[in-house]
């Protein structure tokens, strides 16, 4: 998770989203708070390259995370606010996508908008 934050703050977006597609898996593994954090950075990340509906999708799940127990940083917050900010000014709100069960992560897309859709595991 380090690397791919550390790649992010670097505005290597593509490599940071990647590398956290490629540990979705571990997805369950992890605690709420690396959850919440893993969401943050994969959607600022995709939206950073123009999947607007994942980035849609992570962001919200890291919100419903955090809504339910709060555990990011106060600069983790604001990346996530402002990551919500962006998608609005772009159109995209919960109005114009389906929103994820409470307590269960977004169905990710892959980095190219259109892709299909994938279920993940269900979070703790």
Avoid: C
């Avoid at 114009?96 to 299909?116: D, E, T, W």
């Amino acid at each position: 998770m380090s690397s791919a934050e550390t790649a992010y703050q670097d505005g290597r977006y593509f490599e940071a989203a990647e590398g956290l597609a490629e540990r979705e898996h571990e997805i369950p593994d992890l605690t709420p708070r690396q959850q919440a954090r893993y969401g943050v950075y994969r959607g600022m990340s995709l939206l950073q390259i123009g999947d607007y509906e994942g980035a849609h999708r992570w962001l919200l799940y890291a919100k419903l995370l955090e809504d339910k127990k709060p555990t990011l940083s106060s600069r983790q917050k604001r990346l996530l606010d402002g990551g919500f900010t962006e998608l609005g000014n772009r159109g995209i709100n919960n109005d114009r996508l389906m929103r994820p069960r409470p307590g269960s992560p977004p169905a990710p897309s892959k980095s190219a908008p259109g892709a299909p859709l994938t279920p993940l595991p269900s979070v703790r």
